[in-house]
Every structure is written in C-alpha cells, then in structure tokens.
C-alpha cells in the first residue's frame, strides 16, 4: 500500500511546507537508496520544490500565476463549477514531485523543500500519497 | 522493453484523455504496488494530469498557454521551424508524468486523469512511452 | 550513493544539454530497464525535456518565462534576496525530470533532450544528482 497524508489548508491560495512529513515517511519506509514520489489527489492543487526558508517565495509564485492567469476571464470550465483557474494553474505546476532518497534520506538542496499548492482551498483535507521505490541493492 | 501506444490527434491543439490506456498497461504489467511513469516521445506535446469530467477543462488550459505564449512573438526557432510556441509550452508543462501504482491500479484522485496536450498536431502517430517500476515486496 | 555532476552556467540565463553526461551516468549503472530521475538541487535553476538540436528554443524559452514572470514586480523576495523571479520560474518548470531507461539508454524521442536551465546564473557550480531505479527482471 502506498502511504497516505492528510493536510489542511486555511486560505483560497497557499503553499504549506511538507517536507518534514515526507521525509519521515521516508525514513518509516526502510528505503536507503531510491525515488520517493508525492502526489495530491486533487486537480486543483499542485507539488513543488522550491526554498522553503522564506515564505514569501510561496507568495509571489501565486501572485505570478495569478497575473498569468486571472481568476476569471470567459474559462468555459467556470460555467459548471467557478474555479478554472486553479485546474489550469494545476496543470502548469504539476500534480506531484519525485526526489531522490539516499542514505534514507530525500536528497535536497539546502535551499530546497517540498511544497502542496493549495490553488482551490481552504479544504478541510487535501490528501497526498507517497510511494518509495528502492534501487535494489 | 518499455511499453509503448500511438494516439492520434486530429486539432492543432488538443487535450485527449489517455487514463484508460496506461491502466491497461499497468494492469498488463501485473505490478501491484509501484510507480507508472507515461511520457510522450515529441517536443512538442506534454502529458498533465488534470480532471477529465469537463472537456471544458483541457480546453481553458489551451487557451490560458496561448494568452501567456502568443502563437508569433518574435521567437527565433520560427525561422527554422514555425512552432516555437509549442516547444515552449510543452517544456512548461513537462513531457511526462508519474502515477503511484496501488493494488494494481493507477492511484488518482476522483477528478483526476491522464492527458495527452497536443500544441502542434494534427498528428497521425503520437507515440506514448510507458514503465511500470514494482516497489519491490 | 546517487550519482553526480557539476554544470559551471556562465550567463545569468542559459540552458544547457546535460543529455550526453546523464546518458554516461546511465550506462555506468549497468541499469537495462528502469527510471533515471535527474534533479538539480538548487531552487533557482530547473530541468526540462525539450529540443536540442535548434538551440535557440532555449532562448525562446528563457524569453517567454521572462515575459511572463518579470524580473522584477513588487516579488516580496526581491527584499530578501534580488532572484524572486527565478525561484517563480523554477517552480513553474519543476527541478527534475524522470526519463524511462530501455536497452539500457534515455529513452528521448529524436529532438527531446535533458536540460538544465539556469534562472540565476552564472554559477560556478550547478550540481545535479541522477539516480537510475531498475524495473526487475
């Protein structure tokens, strides 16, 4: 079985560092060496890497996609449900990452942090599933 | 040997739904638990993940990449080939993604599934390449 | 241990073909079938699949991000450190790209090649990791 998280989001648009969550997973999981890959289960939120000491990165990638694509502007998709902005801010960032492990550890950059977009919240749950593959031995 | 499917396009610019293939493809690889990796092999299409209940959807994600990358803006590729844009866009979105494999199914949320973005077609044969990884026991 | 190398970028804006050195990385590991997951730890650079044999599709590429995501715009990290728009960029092309292993090379179709894109160069030292997960017999 894959493993599963929960995580809340309090706000319309946010980026929540799940590194640390991530990487316990990892260690629980045994595996020295191989891939761990994180997915959302959602069309309307999205993974990234990226620095994770100042937040205000977070703030300005949803402000730059924001500009790049307004909350409204005709999305044919905002006729059955108003939120066509997040499914197409999803799409661009992706839904999931894949990082490294080596020595049972995910292999960042010291810069570097694992982040849920929430593009459509707050959500109660936003449900993330983890997989570790090992490289054999 | 990896595994391979041909999807035709029959729009310049497309979004085809191709979930149901890469489960069969999973299913036929008897791999229970692990990772599905789907990409396509051009440089001008990407595979997304996103819902694939509203058509609507693929079709805003269309539009939207065509707001932020206009089909002509000076590009230097357009002297050797025309479609710059559609290079563009497919590095934006990526040419692939990988899905968690759980008890033998791709593991997606309700509203998500796997797409072809076609930016430059019509296409005869887009070819689409596809590794199941097994977790191991 | 993952493998790694280093990349020296010597504009503040570049893209470069790693496809040559990861393919080495990858016939080193005597891997025949698999994933090869290539990621640069640093948060103001990206990986992405994408033509190399017109190497002005880099350019247009770089051009279009910038179009998008000016170098300045009020970006909240800019306070911090003078880079918001590459960690914007960044995250909008993602840090890694997962490339299927078959007959033990990349499988690329005929114009796809591994990048790497520098966003806040030049840099002495890009380092990127590359970890190669066999698919079992």
Chains 1, 2, 3 share one sequence.
Do not use: Y
């Not at 997973?25 to 890959?37: N, P, Q």
């Not at 502007?73 to 799409?91: E, M, P, Q, T």
């Not at 661009?92 to 550890?105: A, H, K, N, Q």
């Amino acid at each position: 079985m894959a493993q599963f998280f929960d995580v809340e989001t309090l706000e319309a648009r946010q980026c929540l560092d799940i590194t640390h969550t991530v990487g316990e997973l990892v260690r629980d999981s045994g595996v020295r060496r191989g891939l761990c890959h994180v997915m959302v289960l959602g069309a309307t939120a999205a993974i990234v890497v990226n620095e994770n000491d100042d937040p205000a990165i977070g703030l300005d990638l949803l402000k730059a996609l924001e500009k790049a694509v307004p909350d409204h502007d005709g999305w044919l998709h905002d006729r059955v449900d108003n939120n066509a902005h997040a499914h197409i801010k999803a799409s661009i960032l992706g839904p999931s990452e894949t990082v490294i492990v080596d020595e049972g550890e995910l292999l960042l950059g010291t810069w570097q942090g694992l982040m849920l977009v929430e593009l459509d919240g707050p959500r109660r749950r936003r449900r993330i599933a983890v997989e570790v593959v090992p490289s054999g031995s």
